[in-house]
């Protein structure tokens, strides 16, 4: 049990880190390579006070007469201070329009689970435990045949 603790509290961290590091290196390439279109903010949620969620905006935008919406976060860790102007510049993949980084730096992909802080202390915390359990088992099973 504690090396599928310890496996399962890795592969979060570890997953957590590698998702960033790609949604990161996605909104780089979308910032060169991308289509800029202007996107319309639609809708604010989230953000009014503990427990209400991330600070996200709606944006839709269309490219080769296609409507496409989503929600990303508003702003940076402190959310939005006030909920930004009607328009905002995205920068499309051409060769998949539902994805685009924001002029806010946040992508299509930024409200995943995996982007939240707390994901990767969360991980290490269930891997620090199942270590802990892995070196009990352990020393219970040397103890046992003595």
């Known amino acids: 049990m504690g090396l599928i603790i ?10 957590a880190l590698a998702y960033r590091w790609h949604v990161s290196s996605e909104a780089d390439r979308l910032r060169s390579d991308g289509v800029p279109v202007t996107a319309y903010v639609s809708d604010r949620a989230g953000g009014g006070g503990r427990g209400s969620g991330i600070d996200r905006i709606e944006v839709s935008y269309l490219y080769e007469s296609r409507q496409y919406s989503t929600w990303i976060p508003c702003a940076g860790v402190t959310g939005c201070h006030k909920t930004p102007g009607p328009r905002m510049a995205v920068w499309v993949d051409p060769t998949d329009p539902g994805k ?12 995943s689970f995996l982007m939240s802080w707390t994901t990767i ?22 103890d046992k045949w003595k």
Do not use: C, M, Q
């Not at 399962?8 to 997953?15: K, V």
């Open 121 to 142: 202390p969360g991980g290490l915390f269930f891997a620090a435990i199942g270590t802990v359990l892995l070196v009990l088992v352990v020393r219970f099973k040397d």
């Open 100 to 111: 685009f980084v924001a002029e806010n730096g946040h992508t299509s992909g930024s409200l």
């Open 6 to 15: 310890l496996l399962a509290g890795l592969g979060l961290a570890g997953g």
